[in-house]
């Protein structure tokens, strides 16, 4: 997921009569400048199509600076994935991942709570959870990590089974647990589903808060940051370039 920038320095010596040893210089200016433009264009266009983008997913774009004379190459592109906790930790979302579907027009990959919910056998492997109407979301349009977190306890899914909660909650009781998850078809369920539970009287006083589907929910190429990049390059990097050879040759004067 990330882009290079690269320049043909053979041909701008071939083109321009002057001091050439500049050259790679000047290419190196111009590819770091463009670098900026394309990181700051790639950030405004996830403001114009994505719905309410987080600051994390805002600030996931990254630039690697050319730094070589004899490698003039720029990158521009999402940051590294990022774990956390030791073994059978769970891997954080990390921009590059979860916009993939919408940069490439495909299906979405699980995420964290249904990676959970399938480890433990609850969900199969090919069921994915959708929000209903009835879960309340977040500024910007998610579910928050704490509703995640009591779900996953909830369901006795989580990584390390200290963080569940009995089944009678966290003190034991006759106390039912906030949310609960059933089966179509089993005990005269007609959905399956996670019901969040606003009763004692195990679902009395439920709502279905995230319907189980059979197939990953699909999505439309809306994000081309390739495309987005290569503008500024086309647009940009001759006069970047212009300017900092001239720059390099009253310098070197």
């Known amino acids: 997921m990330q882009i290079d920038i690269r320049w043909d320095v053979e041909k701008l010596r071939r083109d321009i009569s002057a001091d050439r040893k500049q050259v790679p210089y000047a290419t190196s200016r111009a590819i770091n400048s463009v670098l900026?433009?394309?990181?700051?264009?790639?950030?405004?266009e996830m403001q114009r199509v994505l719905d309410r983008p987080t600051p994390w997913t805002l600030n996931s774009y990254r630039v690697l600076k050319a730094?070589?004379?004899?490698?003039?190459?720029?990158?521009?592109?999402?940051?590294?994935?990022?774990?956390?906790?030791?073994?059978?930790?769970?891997?954080r979302n990390e921009a590059g991942v979860y916009l993939q579907p919408l940069m490439s027009g495909t299906a979405r990959q699980p995420k964290g709570l249904e990676r959970l919910m399938r480890s433990r056998g609850?969900?199969?492997q090919n069921e994915f959870l959708v929000p209903s109407k009835f879960q309340k979301l977040d500024s910007y349009g998610n579910v928050s990590r704490g509703v995640m977190q009591k779900i996953a306890a909830n369901l006795s899914?989580?990584?390390?089974?200290?963080?569940?909660?009995?089944?009678g909650g966290a003190r034991?009781?006759?106390?039912?647990?906030?949310?609960f998850?059933?089966?179509?078809?089993?005990?005269?369920q007609r959905i399956t589903a996670i019901w969040h539970?606003?009763?004692?009287?195990?679902?009395?006083?439920?709502?279905?808060?995230?319907i189980v589907v059979g197939s990953p929910p699909q999505y439309k190429k809306i994000f081309d940051h390739e495309a987005v990049v290569q503008r500024q390059v086309?647009?940009?990097?001759?006069?970047?370039?212009?300017?900092?050879?001239?720059?390099?040759?009253?310098?070197?004067r």
């Not at 998850?181 to 005269?188: E, H, L, P």
């Not at 086309?234 to 070197?252: G, H, K, P």
Request: net charge positive.
């Open 36 to 44: 900026k433009y394309a990181s700051s264009a790639v950030t405004a």
């Open 67 to 91: 730094t070589r004379k004899d490698d003039l190459v720029g990158i521009v592109g999402f940051k590294n994935v990022d774990y956390k906790g030791g073994p059978g930790g769970v891997k």
């Open 122 to 124: 609850i969900l199969y």
């Open 157 to 167: 899914a989580n990584w390390d089974p200290l963080n569940n909660t009995p089944a």
């Open 172 to 179: 034991g009781g006759k106390k039912k647990p906030d949310y």
């Open 181 to 188: 998850f059933t089966r179509r078809g089993i005990r005269g």
């Open 197 to 210: 539970n606003f009763g004692a009287r195990g679902g009395q006083n439920a709502v279905p808060v995230f």
């Open 234 to 252: 086309d647009l940009r990097f001759n006069s970047e370039f212009e300017s900092a050879y001239a720059q390099a040759i009253a310098t070197a």
